[in-house]
T-cell receptor, first 114, second 113 residues
Framework: DTEVTQTPKHLVMGMTNKKSLKCEQH?????MYWYKQKAKKPPELMFV???????INESVPSRFSPECPNSSLLNLHLHALQPEDSALYLC?????????????FGPGTRLTVT | GNSVTQMEGPVTLSEEAFLTINCTYT??????LFWYVQYPGEGLQLLLK?????DKGSNKGFEATYRKETTSFHLEKGSVQVSDSAVYFC????????????FGQGTTLQVKP
């Protein structure tokens, strides 16, 4: 199994809703990442988990809350989002956060905030 | 700080044409360099990589050579196909420091039959 899976594929939520994005990998990778990608732009790093601990938070607003329940799973909890948070959210993993083998990306969740 | 600059797109080519997408970088130390491809409606896929000067990465007919003297990592393909239409991102890794990937702005390639 050499892929990163993400659910749901699409999500529409109101500004008062609470929802979660899920990411899973079974490659034994010890680093997992959340990225945000706006249309026609490169991905922007949000969070890095290294060995199940949060190692990088790129000054992301608290309405985004990451969670790494175990080495295979990564969640992104969403609450009180704004319309400008609408974007493609990409999960990625890599064997080692400082190694040469780079990230495997999931297909993304396309989020629309109404 | 480290940065990546890609040629602006979109690039429009006819099928079987030669492709070059320019990428230059600014970095301290010796980063690894990558090309990622994003097909419409999908996530990113690692296309190829090079980890040290003069290394050539190659995959699916695409090639790029790590040129330290010109700080470049240009992507080339000898004969493009319609299925190569996608957005291409050049990136470098902040290896040994934070391990973060730093992306260029992306270049849209459209190949017409």
């Amino acid at each position: 199994d050499t892929e990163v899976t993400q659910t749901p594929k699409h999500l529409v939520m109101g500004m008062t809703n609470k929802k979660s994005l899920k990411c899973e990998q079974h490659m034994g990778h010890r680093a997992m990442y959340w990225y945000k990608q706006k249309a026609k732009k490169p991905p922007e790093l949000m969070f890095v988990y290294s060995y199940e601990k949060l190692s990088i938070n790129e000054s992301v607003p608290s309405r985004f809350s990451p969670e790494c329940p175990n080495s295979s799973l990564l969640n992104l909890h969403l609450h009180a989002l704004q319309p400008e948070d609408s974007a493609l959210y990409l999960c990625a993993s890599s064997p080692d956060p400082l190694g040469e083998a780079r990230e495997y990306f999931g297909p993304g969740t396309r989020l629309t905030v109404t | 700080g480290n940065s990546v600059t890609q040629m602006e797109g979109p690039v429009t080519l006819s099928e079987e044409a030669f492709l070059t997408i320019n990428c230059t970088y600014t970095a301290t130390g010796y980063p690894s360099l990558f090309w990622y491809v994003q097909y419409p409606g999908e996530g990113l896929q690692l296309l190829l990589k090079a980890t040290k000067a003069d290394d050539k990465g190659s995959n699916k007919g695409f090639e790029a050579t790590y040129r330290k003297e010109t700080t470049s990592f240009h992507l080339e393909k000898g004969s493009v196909q319609v299925s190569d239409s996608a957005v291409y991102f050049c990136a470098l890794s902040d290896s040994g420091n934070t391990g973060k990937l730093i992306f260029g702005q992306g270049t849209t390639l459209q190949v017409k039959p």
